[in-house]
């Protein structure tokens, strides 16, 4: 199939542009979320901040499982744009908060939001392209994603210019929430309007009304141990956030040098749009396996190489590097997901796979923080690439995808 034949298929352009929009907004906040967290609501002890985003981030964990399900029994739609919802509010109540005790219910409601909205997402697009479209559909979703994460610090970075001559500093952190909020607009109308339901919602009935953590969604072996690798990888990949604290130190960025972390993290998504949708489309003719463990070995490698970045280019290329990591691994394992996953209860796996490896991330950054300040940072993005290889290791020589029987 072309890449032409698959834009025609429903949902797939729907889908791409709300995720689009919303990413745009998204990271409009990138480079002021923390200033404005210490400069304008004045908080000091990070360390109950990191615990209100990992309650958050818990809810909406724990929340995909049981909202795949209900969306397998009862449609996908109305979840995609209650998410969008969410997300829209969340940025208004930031935006509103006048203490940092005031950030938990909106960064509760983000975390429900995109709860609520992933696994229904990934199962409409998956269903609405047959599993050799796959790869490429969701390529195109992750790059249209990406895109948005480009173009959103740009507009941010151009509010806070343009409004900085006519309002106060706190004002103008504020109006940026505001107008991060606008571009969901857009997504809540695409999906509240040019969707189509597509799959067994529609074609088998509403099945069985049972609702668990693993039940029939993994009944394939293969689901199960790539879930199980995929959490020891998640344990122990880099975030982001390390990465850009690593590199803003190595570089020697001062605190209000805004201009600089947004040019590492463009690093990132201007190899990460490009390399989905190839990856994505070669997915499909290649399998998912090869992209998904090429991935993981891409992340090892640049992770043990970051202990010896000492330049900006050096650091850069690294950047760019994790770019093209996430693009090889994002289409290819939600796919891989999606192909194995029984139709009946696509979103319910999905969201139990993103679940699972998304608890297993939470612990990640204090192993890695421990490790950095234990035996300094080189010996912690050493062994974190380490063992983010053996997850590689043993993707290739473990996970074996039956044929699959459940294509849409």
Known sequence: MTRVKVRRRPNVIPLSLAAFFNDTGSDMLFAFYPLFLVMILGVTDMKVLGFIESLALLAGLLLRPLAGRIADLRGRIGFIWGGYICLALSRVGQGLARSWWHLVPPKMLYEIGRGV??????????????????????????????????????????????????????????????????????????????LREIGPVEAEGRGGGEISLVSNAFRSRALFLFTAISC??????????????????????KAGQIEAVVLLYWFIN??????????????????????????????????ALFAWARTFWQVGLLFAAHGVYQGLLSPSQTALVADLAPPAHRAQALGTYSMWVGL???????????LWDSWGRPFAFLVSGAFVAVSAIL?????RPEKSAQSS
């Open 117 to 194: 909205r992933n696994p229904p997402r990934e199962a409409l697009l998956a269903e609405s392209v047959p599993q050799e479209e796959r790869g490429l559909a969701f390529g195109i979703l992750k790059s249209m994603d990406t895109a948005g994460a480009i173009l959103g610090p740009l507009l941010g970075l151009g509010i806070f210019a343009l409004l900085r001559g006519y309002l106060p500093l706190e004002s103008v952190y504020r109006a940026i929430f505001f107008f991060a909020a606008l571009p969901t607009l857009v997504s809540i109308w695409l999906t509240s309007t040019r």
């Open 395 to 399: 993707m290739l020589f473990l996970v």
């Open 360 to 370: 297993f991330a939470i612990p990640a950054p204090f192993i890695f923080g421990w």
């Open 270 to 303: 201007v190899t990460f749009a490009p390399t989905a949708l190839v990856a994505g489309r070669l997915s499909d003719r290649l399998g998912r396996k090869p992209f998904i463990a090429l991935g993981f070995l891409v992340l090892g490698a640049l992770t």
């Open 232 to 253: 020891l990888f998640s344990l122990w990949a880099v975030t982001e956030n390390f990465m850009l604290v690593s590199g803003a130190r190595v570089l020697g960025v």
